[in-house]
Each structure stands twice: as C-alpha cells, then as structure tokens.
C-alpha cells in the first residue's frame, strides 16, 4: 500500500467506487483484508459488518446465551434470537407487509469503549435455524432494512450515556431502520430453570482454581481462540456443591454462577480494550528498554494479582498508572495509555467496566509498550516521578 494508503482507505470509508484501480495510489478502498507493513512489524485490517438490535424504552438484554443450548422446551439446540416479524411494512414508501418473519440470533453485548455493557442493545448475527452451519438467509439485514437510514445520537441516563436512535438531534447516520415489529426469544436451558417455588434467590458467583489456572495458562502460552478454555456450567457447579444445599434454608434457592475473565491491553483482548502503553524514560536510568518493558508488564500482572480485586470490580488507569510510578522511581518519567481503536480518544481507556461476573486478566507483551525519552502530552498522564538527593 502507497504511504497516503491510511488516509485514503481508511476502515470507515467504504467504497466500491475505485474497485480494482491499478494506479498505485491509493484509491482503492473496497479491501475486505488489508495489510499493511511497518518498520518492524505487519498489520492486518480486516472489515466486518456489525448488526446492533436495540430497544431503548421496551427491553433489556441480560444473561443472554450466545452459544446453542438444548431448550427446556423442545430439547433441541436454540440460541437466544430476535424475530423481525413479517407484518411490518416493506419501505417507507411501500405500505406492503415484508411477508414472511426474520430471524437473527444473539452474538454478544453491545459494550462501549470503557467496558459497560448497554441492556437496551444487542448485537446480533445471522440465523441458521436448522443448524448446518451456513445462515438461511444471507439477504436478510438487506431485505428489512434496504437503502433506508436512521440517526444515532446519545441520552443519559444516571450518569450513563447510551446510543439511541435520535431522528431529530442525531449527529450518526447509519443504514438501519427503526420503529419495527418484533420478537424477543429468550431460550432457558434445561439445566438452568428455576423452581418457582422457592422464595428468595441467591447468587453465587464462582471462580474454580482449575479454571483459573487452565484459563491463565491458556492467555500466556497457547492465546489459539479454538482452544480458549470454557468456563463450568451452572448445571456443573450445582452438582459441584450439592452438599452445602443442607446449610440453607428450605425456602432459598442459591444459583452458582460461574465468573469469567475480561482480557485486557493485549491482542487477545476485544478491539475496544486493546491498548498501547507509550513509557517515557528518564535519562540517568541504567535500564535497556527491553528491561522497562518486562518491568513494566510484571507491574501490570502484580497490579491485577486476583487476590487484590472482587468480581465487578472497575478499572481506574490512574491507579495503575500510580502503582507503576512508585514502583519505578528514578527509572521512569510518564506513562500513558492509547486505544488501538480509537487513537485519537485519550480518555478512552481512563475506566473500564466490568459486570458482577467478570475479573480483568491483562495480556500484556512487549509489543503493546513503545519505550522513548521524549513526554507525550495526554490526559490520562500521570506527571513527572523522579528521585533528589540532597542535605540539611
């Protein structure tokens, strides 16, 4: 790719305009895979399209199932899903019913930039309900929605911000359409129902060393995402503690959720949470920067140590960015943190949000801290640490 190539292809600017263009300009900006080439390493940008289904005032999505689970109902394998049903109109200027239901199958949280999860949204994907692997209808975002567009804007509400659909102030436009007809399915695992009997429910979250140290030594050593260790089922944790149903009441029913990890900083981390740490050296320091470097990630291991953090728990980079100044007094001078995904945002990563079954676990390698002798002016900055000595 022509140096111009990032300002020219950037992700957001897709364009079919230019397609198969040899001049070696640029221009071209239909690439689904591109890779670019650095001093001393590559890149690869890959394009993908996101569908988001929300509902700002009607639902929220909670302990969602991403994965096929066995209804409680028919016993055969279901993912959660949303039915865009076949009453609502074809377009706006065609008052003709879409004729028939779409469907498409819950695939993760919408989570922002600083981790919080938003209920009201759900990202989605498209359905295969007779599970052969390949989605019955590749056209169905296009059929519903066709060329038409909506405005995103943002409300807060308690102090969170949300994206909603906004017609009248929304600065986003993006293809979509709103005000539609739909069905939420929300599939309850055979081994997940809840005896209606019982009067109070009690949550127990669960983190199993087995799966702590599967999990860890999978992050460090193996990262391949194909062998990325689950964690138990609720199912499995309650055989696990059966016993301790004698020390309750009778008319409690305690629910043993199992906690997983939120990967932070590294590659292996989602886009949002991937970070690049910019260190700033002081100049009488007797450490290489490959030794700030190991310091530095062995600071970030020791910061997030389990035993020092709850589930929920949130992440503050100020603190962190604390504990490895007075770690390295006289070695180090500033330490910044930047989003792969959103360079331009200094703040981006300044609080990450975890929910109530979630730990951080950092991933941290050499290749995400670029060591220099030169500040960088940034937000999230913690100022100058140095040592003097002197006498009375």
């Not at 062998?227 to 043993?256: C, H, W």
């Not at 020092?308 to 910044?336: K, L, R, V």
Request: overall charge negative; charged content about 20%.
């Amino acid at each position: 790719m022509p140096l111009n190539s990032t300002a020219l292809n950037d992700v957001s600017n897709w364009s079919r305009q230019h397609e198969g263009d040899g001049s070696s300009t640029g221009i071209d900006n239909s690439w689904i895979i591109r890779l670019n080439y650095g001093v001393n390493e590559w890149e690869m940008l890959v394009r993908k399209t996101q569908f988001v289904v929300g509902s700002p005032k009607k639902l929220k999505f909670t302990n969602l199932n991403f994965t096929e689970t066995f209804s409680s109902e028919t016993l055969k394998p279901l993912r959660d899903n949303v039915k865009v049903l076949s009453i609502n109109p074809t377009s706006p200027s065609d008052p003709n019913p879409l004729g028939r239901d779409y469907q498409f199958n819950a695939y993760g949280y919408f989570t922002y930039e600083d981790g919080y999860t938003d209920p009201h949204n759900v990202r989605v994907t498209l359905a295969d309900p007779d599970n052969d692997g390949y989605p019955n209808n590749p056209e169905a975002f296009t059929k519903i929605v066709g060329t038409q567009t909506i405005k995103l804007g943002t409300k807060t509400v308690d102090g969170f911000t949300y994206t909603v659909q906004d017609e009248n102030d929304g600065t986003s436009v993006v293809t979509g359409v709103g005000s539609l007809h739909t069905q939420y399915n929300r599939i309850a695992d055979i081994n997940h129902l809840i005896d209606p009997s019982t009067t109070n429910i009690i949550d127990t979250y669960v983190l199993l060393e087995s799966y702590n140290n599967t999990f860890r030594n999978w992050a460090l050593f193996d990262t391949r995402l194909e062998t990325r260790p689950n964690p138990p089922t609720i199912s499995e944790l309650t055989d696990m503690f059966e016993s301790l149903n004698t020390k309750k009441s009778i008319s409690d029913q305690v629910i043993y959720r199992p906690v997983k990890y939120k990967i932070l900083f590294g590659d292996l981390a989602s886009g949002e949470l991937q970070a690049k740490f910019n260190v700033t050296k002081t100049p009488n320091t007797s450490l290489s920067d490959t030794e700030i470097k190991q310091r530095v990630i062995n600071l970030i291991d020791t910061y997030f140590n389990i035993d020092n953090w709850d589930f929920g728990e949130d992440f503050y980079f100020t603190e962190m960015a604390a504990f490895i100044h007075n770690n390295m007094i006289g070695e180090i001078s500033q330490i910044t943190i930047d989003s792969v995904a959103t360079p331009d945002n200094s703040t981006a990563l300044f609080q990450i949000n975890s929910s109530s079954d979630e730990l951080f676990l950092p991933v941290v390698q050499a290749n995400n801290i670029s060591v220099s002798s030169t500040s960088l002016g940034n937000l999230t900055t913690i100022g100058e640490n140095t040592i003097s000595s002197g006498g009375y």
